[in-house]
């Protein structure tokens, strides 16, 4: 079945910018996304791409998608202390159920 | 436009109890996810169901687990005789199924936690 990755934790200082990245193995879906959870909160859906596409700005974020190596990150700009949150990348699977990633932790330090 | 709810948001249910999680979906939609998040893990599929029917379970344990989406009312996930290792957040996510339209949008959760 399909592997997500991403690596737990990530600090970044506030007002730089936080990569989140994302491995996965197979190739087949149509939609990569990017979900953010806060504490004790379901999950809410930040922006998707097409797996047509190579790059997709929405605001402060950026998703990238390199399907040759099967990498998706997210970029946020001007990260603040509201984003500490985690942030799961999913993938469409062959029923339309979504497979998630385990999740990365980001701190958002003053 | 309300968006997906389950209740209740907070369950603690005694081993060997049953648990009955509910979800009522967006207006409009018909397709429902399940989903279960074990503490520090990402969330995991469980069961693709559309009123009537159930379209996927390929993620459900194969005992004690049970989902149904009626004709009319929520989508009811059923835990049976519940163990420890049943504790973990339960999350419904619901879309309309239309050709094109992929987004699933999730409610706020089931927190169960089995004493």
């Known amino acids: 079945g399909e592997d997500v990755e991403q690596s737990l934790f990530l600090s970044v200082r506030e007002g730089d910018s936080s990569v989140i990245n994302c491995t996965y193995t197979d190739s087949s879906s149509t939609y990569l996304y990017w979900y953010k959870q806060e504490p004790g909160a379901g999950l809410q859906l930040l922006t998707y791409?097409?797996?047509?596409?190579d790059m997709k700005q929405d605001q402060r974020l950026t998703v990238l998608l390199n399907k040759k190596d099967k990498h998706l990150s997210l970029r946020i700009a001007d990260t603040q202390t509201g984003d500490s949150a985690i942030y799961f990348c999913a993938l469409t699977g062959s029923a339309r159920q979504l497979t998630f990633g385990s999740g990365t932790q980001l701190t958002v330090l003053p | 436009n309300a968006g997906v709810m389950q209740n209740p948001r907070h369950l603690v249910r005694r081993r060997g109890q049953e648990a009955r999680l509910r979800c009522s979906p967006m207006?409009?939609?018909?397709?429902v996810y399940w989903y279960r998040q074990l503490p520090e893990e990402g969330l995991k599929f469980m069961v693709y169901l559309q009123k009537e029917n159930i379209i996927d379970e390929s993620g459900m344990p194969k005992e004690r687990f049970s989902a149904e989406f009626p004709k009319e009312g929520p989508s009811i996930l059923r835990i049976q005789q519940v163990v420890r290792g049943d504790s973990a957040a339960y999350f419904c996510a619901s879309s309309n199924g239309l050709a094109g339209d992929h987004e699933q949008f999730f409610g706020p959760g089931t927190r169960l936690t089995v004493l």
């Open positions: 207006k409009g939609h018909s397709h």
């Open positions: 791409i097409f797996s047509n596409m």
